[in-house]
């Protein structure tokens, strides 16, 4: 059961070059999320989704694009990487019941430096 | 717009106290609340959720509760170990995406 997984888990960014972030969930889960952290900041939304084929913004969207072709997949992408986008990236994913969620159930990470 | 809070942002105690972890919100429109442990470098372990008609929820030694009139969730955790040395870290999801708002945290060390 492998749950949450983020691919890559580390990875060094020239200012200026893209990348994509993958989150792959194996829960059939509806919800998926991507945070980022960063210190003495704590966990701030980038983007979500709450369906295959839907995505939305979240606080802190600006220089970041999502797509959700797959229900299980949840791309982040980096157009042109900026010194300021240096972080750690978690994804999640949760699921609703009714007027219930389940818990969130998180990646273990992709820690991104941009130089 | 949500907003959560933990104080204190970091707690240093002596083995084998208790200690409560302290967790206020802004909207107590709320859909659950989860509270989650962080060690350094790693990723977020969910530790209990409390669903919104819930007031309180167990695992072990650790008891969470919820009061939504007064915007405010404890983490209780007894009998403190230094393995319980860790960032806390509590999360609430609210609004109609149902979003998950984060707290900054508290950085608990337990001194052998």
């Known amino acids: 059961n492998a749950g949450v997984t983020q691919t890559p888990k580390f990875r060094v960014l020239k200012t200026g070059q893209s990348m994509t972030l993958l989150c792959a969930q194996d829960m059939n889960h509806e919800y998926m999320y991507w945070y980022r952290q960063d210190p003495g900041m704590g966990l701030r939304l980038i983007h979500y989704s709450v369906g295959e084929g839907t995505t939305a913004k979240g606080e802190v969207p600006d220089g970041y694009n999502v797509s959700r072709l797959k229900k299980q997949n949840f791309l982040l992408g980096l157009e042109s990487a900026a010194p300021s986008q240096t972080s750690v990236y978690f994804c999640?994913?949760?699921?609703?019941?009714?007027?219930?969620?389940?818990?969130?159930?998180f990646g273990q990470g992709t820690r991104l430096t941009v130089v | 717009k949500q907003e959560v809070t933990q104080i204190p942002a970091a707690l240093s105690v002596p083995e084998g106290e208790n200690l409560v972890l302290n967790c206020s919100f802004t909207?107590?429109?709320?859909?659950?609340l989860q509270w989650f442990r962080q060690d350094p470098g790693k990723g977020l372990t969910s530790l209990l959720l409390?669903?919104?008609?819930?007031r309180e929820q167990t695992s072990g030694r650790l008891n969470a509760s919820l009061d939504k009139s007064s915007g405010r969730s404890t983490l209780y955790i007894a009998a403190s170990q230094p393995g319980d040395s860790a960032t806390y870290l509590c999360?609430?999801?609210?609004?109609?995406?149902?979003?998950?708002?984060f707290g900054s945290g508290t950085q608990l060390t337990v001194l052998p």
């Open positions: 999360a609430l999801l609210s609004g109609s995406a149902r979003q998950l708002t």
């Open positions: 999640a994913s949760s699921y609703t019941y009714g007027t219930a969620n389940t818990e969130a159930f």
């Open positions: 409390i669903q919104s008609s819930q």
């Open positions: 909207d107590s429109a709320i859909y659950n």
